[in-house]
């Protein structure tokens, strides 16, 4: 994690088991609801099938093992107890395992809105559900396999494929677009914006997303839109490579949001 949180990862006791007081249950219990109540309506049918296929509830914090265990026998994935943040080897070969590293702590009620760094809120709420989803789960290993091989050269450019997807995806389901990307799932903020009218949402293009800049700091100026879960897995089946050196070719597209300063 970085230096500068104020926030500790979870040790497991002598069963793997996390222990979390009256407090946090309390805060994960007001997060569930409250993104249940908006998402029912917004979320992707994956996203909300896998909510019911894990069986999370407001009424307790899920245990890391047993997510693990529920997620094995539906799609051979799973999850890892980390800290917040880990190497990015660390990361992509999780993913390429087809495990999904999750944060033990919650947020602080202060922080119920958005927070940067990725609590278990956001890793169980946000990224479990969609481990249901065997051709999300082939994306999201082709994707850590893609990583290890390219090496780090390419990987903050990769890695926006990622963030437009995983974090921040959207799906078309009939007329209507629906969100599936953990950012928008466990953020309020986030949700109430992607789904609202000044939202501008893009059709999925691979080298759009690669020459598009981004702040984790902000509501997303600009959402991608995939057709399919099928499809997305397939973007993976190219050349990627290619398609980076493309991308580092032509140059960044103009940000769509204020550069920090």
């Known amino acids: 994690m970085p230096l500068n949180t104020s926030y500790v990862s979870k040790t497991p006791d002598a069963d793997g088991l996390f222990s979390y007081t009256e407090e946090e249950r309390a805060v994960w219990g007001l997060l569930f609801e ?15 099938d896998g ?10 914090i899920p245990q890391v093992r047993e997510v693990n265990t529920r997620l094995g026998e539906l ?4 999850v890892e107890a980390v800290d917040a943040l880990i190497p990015q080897e660390q990361f992509s070969r999780l993913l390429a395992e087809r495990r999904f590293p999750m944060a033990t702590f919650i947020r602080r009620r202060e922080h119920l809105d958005y927070i940067e760094e990725p609590d278990i809120f956001h890793e169980c709420f946000g990224h479990c559900p969609m481990l249901t989803n065997d051709a999300f789960c082939r994306f999201m290993e082709r994707f850590g396999a893609l990583s290890l091989e390219l090496g780090p050269e390419v990987q903050e450019r990769l890695f926006r494929l990622f963030w437009f997807t995983v974090e921040f995806g959207l799906i078309r389901e009939g007329e209507r677009l629906k969100a599936f990307g953990a950012g928008i799932m466990s953020s ?3 949700a109430r914006h ?11 293009d691979l080298l759009t997303v ?18 399919s879960f099928e499809a997305l897995a397939d973007t993976l089946a190219g050349d990627v490579a290619d398609a980076l050196e493309a991308a580092a070719r ?12």
Do not use: K, N, W
Not at 194 to 204: D, I, L, Q, R, T
Not at 250 to 261: I, N, S, T, V
């Open 34 to 48: 409250r993104q249940m109540a908006f998402l029912t309506h917004h979320a992707c049918g994956a996203y909300l």
């Open 51 to 60: 909510q019911s296929l894990l069986g999370l509830s407001g009424g307790a």
């Open 75 to 78: 799609t051979g994935a799973g």
């Open 188 to 190: 309020p903020a986030e």
């Open 194 to 204: 992607a789904m609202g009218p000044e939202a501008v949402a893009e059709p999925f």
């Open 210 to 227: 690669l020459r598009t800049p981004y702040r984790i700091d902000i509501v997303q100026p600009v959402y991608f839109a995939i057709e």
């Open 250 to 261: 032509l140059g960044d597209l103009p940000p769509r949001f204020e550069l920090a300063a």
